[in-house]
């Protein structure tokens, strides 16, 4: 089945260190999506990319949609303490929406 | 904000006892589904339902797994003979409609099989 491989599984950084995060397939994807998870919550959508290189931003987050299709990355610039929880990509091929989820990067920031 | 809503948060149940899960979608929303999350692993998409039937499931939503839309504003997940392995978060999740394909989460209900 189709299977999105994360990476780095997780990471421990200094607040004000940049981080970056990446998904990848074998498959092509026609959204992909980054969420993040706080303890006890659900996933809350931080973006979403809709065409093949297509590149946004939401605050200091920067995400881009890989021109293969294929991949995907999340970018966090200036990390401060609430940044810390699971990031996970997202990707979707279906036209049912079905969403196809990443491993997860669990990220702590040191103040 | 509009947000999707799930009860209870924390399930108990006994092994082969059935459990109903509850979701109150977004209001305008007419896509749904149910995902779920083993403690410590990646979420995992169970059932979509669209129109009032569902339009794609999981190898995991066998015959033990229905879903409701009882009325305009419910969504619900039924496990009709639980197994320990049924122990998990279970998140509902719904998105607008065609060519918009964010979804809105809620935040889960953790389901405990004893």
Not at chain 1, 52 to 68: C, D, K, M, V
Not at chain 2, 21 to 48: A, D, M, T
Not at chain 2, 65 to 82: A, H, M, W, Y
């Amino acid at each position: 089945g189709q299977q999105l491989n994360q990476s780095p599984q997780s990471m421990f950084i200094q607040e004000g260190e940049d981080v970056s995060m990446n998904c990848t397939s074998s498959s092509i994807f026609n959204t992909w999506l980054w969420y993040k998870q706080d303890p006890g919550e659900g996933p809350v959508l931080l973006i979403a990319l809709y065409k093949a290189g297509e590149l946004t931003s939401n605050g200091r987050l920067t995400a881009q949609f890989g021109i293969t299709r294929k991949d995907s990355f999340l970018n966090i610039s200036a990390s401060i303490p609430s940044d810390v929880g699971i990031y996970f990509c997202a990707g979707r091929t279906s036209n049912t929406g079905k969403l196809i989820f990443g491993q997860g990067t669990t990220l702590q920031v040191k103040p | 904000e509009p947000e999707v809503t799930q009860t209870p948060s924390h399930q108990v149940t006994q092994m082969g006892q059935e459990v109903i899960l509850r979701c109150v979608p977004i209001s305008n929303h007419l896509y749904f589904y149910w995902y779920r999350q083993i403690l410590g692993q990646k979420v995992e998409f169970l059932v979509s339902f669209y129109n009032n039937e569902i339009s794609e499931k999981s190898e995991i939503f066998d015959d033990q797994f229905s879903v409701e839309r009882p009325d305009g504003s419910n969504f619900t997940l039924k496990i009709r003979s639980t197994k320990l392995e049924d122990s998990a978060m279970y998140f509902c999740a719904s998105r607008p409609g065609t060519g918009v394909f964010f979804q809105h989460f809620g935040d889960g209900t953790r389901l405990s099989i004893l």
